[in-house]
């Protein structure tokens, strides 16, 4: 069993020791959509299942209850792994708008809804788990102190600089925003590849000529 699979099970019998009623009918319902999404987007970055709720409880004004997947506490992510065809393909009127209502209810409840789709989740982890570690890196405890501590002024600017072109870095755009010769950036370069910030993009020739920032770079608010 991977160290995942073991956090996973010890959150998920804490929280049915610690649950009732419907909700303790969902933990024990199937949640596998749930545990790939935790093991997808959000192990890579965190390496730690601490500070989430399972199916998280919420009530409408209504009296309904609704239920997140996951809650990511420290930032207020409302996690939700979503199938195809039971959200897009088939579903019908009165479940699109009742899903619309839960947006909503998450929403007046101060969490951010952060849904992946289990195809992507499957497909594509590496995007998911950008994308957590950037929504982490704005609205959890990875802010300007933490950049401040653990980089460099060279450090957070090229992580500042590839945030903001919206495409692979190249050893040029590291010249142009550090306003250094190659040989510098080259430098400056490696040696945030070494620290896991920037990872190669590309294959053979392209190896080197492409860099894209790594999850724990997206963790640093800037």
């Known amino acids: 069993m991977s160290m995942f699979e073991t956090e996973f099970a010890k959150l ?67 996690l939700e792994s979503e199938g195809f065809t039971s959200h897009a393909q088939n579903i019908t009127r009165d479940r699109f708008s009742f899903e619309k209502r839960k947006v909503r209810t998450i929403a007046a409840n101060g969490f951010i809804y952060t849904p992946f789709s289990k195809d992507e989740l499957e497909s594509n982890p590496a995007e998911c788990s950008s994308s957590f570690a950037e929504l982490i890196g704005r609205y959890g405890g990875f802010g300007l102190e933490a950049a401040y501590k653990e980089l460099n002024i060279y450090e957070r600017e090229v992580i500042r600089y590839s945030k903001s072109i919206h495409r692979l870095l190249r050893p ?23 620290k896991g910030l920037l990872a190669p993009a590309g294959k053979g020739v392209q190896r080197h000529r492409f860099y894209e920032l790594t999850p724990r770079s997206y963790r640093y608010r800037l």
Do not use: N
């Open 12 to 78: 998920l019998e804490k929280q049915k020791r610690e649950a009732s009623g419907q909700r303790l009918e969902m933990l024990c319902g199937d949640l596998h959509g749930t545990k790939r999404m935790l093991e997808a987007a959000v192990w890579p970055v965190k390496k730690s299942l601490d500070g989430f709720v399972l199916e998280y409880e919420l009530v409408r004004r209504s009296g309904v209850k609704v239920y997140i997947d996951a809650l990511e506490t420290t930032a207020a992510l409302a």
């Open 172 to 194: 040029a755009d590291v010249c142009f925003c550090l306003g250094s010769g190659r040989s510098f950036a080259s430098k400056v370069l490696k040696e945030m590849e070494d």
